[in-house]
Each structure stands twice: as C-alpha cells, then as structure tokens.
C-alpha cells in the first residue's frame, strides 16, 4: 500500500490554497453508497443541487457540472462559446491566467494577454481601465471574449470583476466576460449575475471544502445564444445536451455521484452559515494571516491592500533563499503543506491557504509551523508573526462568537 501516512499521529496540515481540508460531514455523505444515476432519487438529488449551486454563484441562470478539473471547464467555457482564430483579450494576473492563455492558443484562439509590464502585473490586480482602453480601439469587435481570473491563486490577488463589466459596459462592447473563480467561489464575495459574467468558471477543491473531480461553468442568456452559433469543436463539453438532462435532474452520460453527494452537503453547509458569514470568515483569517507575515518583517506578494485575496496569501522570502527549501523543511519536520511558488515566482515564495475548513487555531498551528520553519532555515525574522496573529484573533472576535 501506497505510504501516505509518514507521520504517525494526528492530522496533516493541509494548508495549500486548493485542495482544501475535506470536512468529515462531507466525507460523510460522500461515503453512501453509488445509486443508478437514471434513477429517481437520483433526478431528485440532481434537482436539489443544481438549484443550490445556483445560489452560491448567485445567478438565477444554470450552472453546468463537469466530472473534471477546473481545467476542463475552463476548456468548457472556450469551446462553447468561441470560433477557429477568435481573438480573445486575457488578463495577465499571475499563473493560472498565464496557463489559460495558453489553453486558448491551443484550442486554436488567438489570445491577446495584456497586463502591467515585468512583475508587478503578477502583484495587483486586473486593471480595468487597460482593458477598457484595448476594447475601445476595438471598434470592429474583433475580441470575442474578456477573460479574468477573479482569485489568481499564485498571488493572493482578487480582483474587481464589476469593475471589468463597468469597463466593457462604459465601451459598449460585446464581447462575453469571462471569469476563473475556481479558487474563489465559496470564499470570495462573488455575483455571476449582478457583474454581468457572461461565464464564470469554478472547481471543487477550494472555497467548497470537496475532493478535486467537479467543476462549473455559470452561463448567462448571451453565453448560451453565443453558443448556438459557436465553432470550436465540443462534445463532451458540449453545454446543450447537458442542459437538457438537466432540466430533470440527470446527466447525459455518468456523473461522479459520490461526489455529489458531497457537494450537495458542502452547499447545504455554506447556505446554513450564510454567504456572508463565509466571507467575513475568510476576510477575518486572511487579516490575522497578514497581521503574521507583517510582524515577520516580510513582504506580501500582493502589493495592493485593496485586492488582497481571503483565500490565500503569498509571502516572498528574503533575497537568497529558496522558498522551496524552506517550504520542504516545514512538510518534512511538521507535518505541514504550504503552497509553492508558480511559474514567475518559483522558488521566490511561498502560499498560505486560509480557505474552506479552517479555524483560528489551525491557522495558527499554521503560522507556528511557518515561524519554526523560516527559523530553522536561517531567515532573520523581524518580530513574532504569531503572537501577531494571536493577538489579532484574540482581539477580533468573529461575528459569531461576539453576540453570545
Ligand atoms: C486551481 C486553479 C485552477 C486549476 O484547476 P484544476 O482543478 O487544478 O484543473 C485554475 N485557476 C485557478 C485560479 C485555480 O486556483
């Protein structure tokens, strides 16, 4: 048997920005047993879920669900709505847009990636106004499609997606917004609907506390008419046949019933909470998290308090060290996963997930496995990033706890 367990007690920090921590209610419900997928529970069950799904994208239009990656529906969200040789206007926010510019050249786009010069597009957000500038250049609608990713989980960046449809909107253009939350639906304040997103993309593994294997494409009214006419090659991903069996609850070949069993659960956990509720519960963390690496006297990958990310942050290291190093000796001595640095930033940070399943005593667990890490590896901290973070929980009630 594979050796996973190389530790031999208590529980793995899994602190990287997705996968998440799995609650046990979820892997409960994940554990009953595979029902016929033709059959009526399972009609009911679908009913049920894509309803709630609905609500957490906050759109009143459908939502597909993939037994795929976050990557196979962002393919999803190309191939069903674009033509051979469409060019697509894609923001460059950090790793992940990086990778989904890449995907469109393959799929046969012609992807124009803008952003702000060397590395500082990688530490700010989407900045609407260079999109709004390029679109009104744009006089003959040549672009297609505007694509952001709301979380750029390799930065800890989360970026204003009403801000982008202000700018389309400010041009008149109609090109379709597109938008990856896969690693900030469920954490992030997000609105399919009131923004405009024309297709919003997401995953399971983050903000919804499940397994990775399911993901989404949210559509609206112009998504779905652009597919009619659009050229690219689908099937699997084809967005029509889904729809149909969907109307009933059911899916046109075999969906991944187990895990949604567990979505179906993830969703009933984060509509009981409150939306809200989950995100000041995010923002909450990601200050305490902050409060640390602040204390520590070291740099946040995000340079812009305004679009600091309550998911994850990226803290850079001291010129010299390898981040990597540093990240292996915490996962070797405590049982801790932080996430590497991607792409432009390898080796130059590390990422701190504070999504999903947390608490504040995990998160400091967390911090404290950070510290004694960075200190055994020679880094010269300024100040204790945990007492920092203890006393910003400590005087930073959650709303919860503060009314009793
Ligand atoms: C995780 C992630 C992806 C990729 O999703 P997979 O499930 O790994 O295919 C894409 N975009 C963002 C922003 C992500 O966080």
């Known amino acids: 048997m594979l050796k996973l367990d190389f530790h031999p007690s208590g529980r793995h920090f899994l602190q990287i920005p997705g996968p998440s921590p799995v609650p046990d209610r979820i892997l409960r419900a994940m554990s009953l047993p595979t029902i016929d997928h033709r059959g009526p529970e399972f009609g009911a069950l679908g009913l049920e879920l894509l309803d709630k799904t609905r609500q957490v994208f906050k759109t009143q239009g459908p939502v597909i669900v993939y037994p795929a990656s976050g990557t196979g529906a962002w ?63 744009d006089s003959d609608h040549r672009i297609k499609a505007v694509c952001v990713v709301h979380n750029e989980t390799s930065t800890g960046v989360t970026s204003d997606i009403a801000a982008v449809r202000r700018a389309m909107d400010a041009v008149g253009h109609p090109a379709l917004l597109m938008v990856d939350t896969i690693s900030g639906l469920a954490s992030a304040d997000y609105r399919h609907d009131e923004w405009g997103v024309d297709v919003t993309i997401s995953g399971s593994q983050k903000g919804l506390m499940l397994p990775p294997g399911i993901s989404f494409n949210a559509l609206s009214d112009k998504a779905i008419e652009v597919s009619l006419k659009a050229g690219l090659p689908k099937s699997f991903w084809a967005w029509d046949e889904i729809l149909e069996a969907n109307r009933t609850g059911y899916w046109p070949y075999t969906p991944s019933t187990n895990l949604l069993y567990g979505l179906n659960e993830a969703l009933d956990m984060l509509l009981e909470e ?66 590497m640095g991607l792409g432009k930033a390898r080796g130059r940070m590390f990422r701190i997930g504070h999504l999903g399943d947390c608490n504040d005593l995990t998160l400091m667990a967390t911090l404290a496995g950070c510290e004694m890490g960075m ?30």
């Open 375 to 404: 200190k055994l590896s020679g880094i010269s901290l300024a100040g204790s990033g945990v007492e920092a973070a203890m006393h910003y929980f400590a005087e930073n009630a959650p709303a919860h706890a503060s009314d009793s």
């Open 75 to 137: 393919e999803a969200a190309l191939a069903n709505t674009l033509s051979a040789g469409d060019t697509v206007l894609m923001y460059e926010t950090g790793h992940f847009a990086t990778l989904w510019q890449k995907m469109a050249r393959r799929l046969g786009l012609e992807p124009e990636f803008i952003g702000l010069p060397g590395s500082e597009g990688w530490r700010c957000g989407v900045q609407a106004d260079m999109i709004e500038a390029r679109l009104r250049e």
């Open 274 to 339: 409150g939306l809200d509720n989950v995100f000041a519960r995010h923002q909450r963390w990601a200050a305490g998290v902050r409060a640390a690496v602040n204390a520590w006297g070291l740099e946040i990958q995000c340079q812009d308090p305004e679009v600091y990310s309550p998911v994850l942050t990226g803290v850079v290291m001291p010129e010299g060290v390898d981040a990597d190093a540093v990240r292996n000796l915490i996962y070797r001595r405590f049982d801790l996963s932080l996430g």
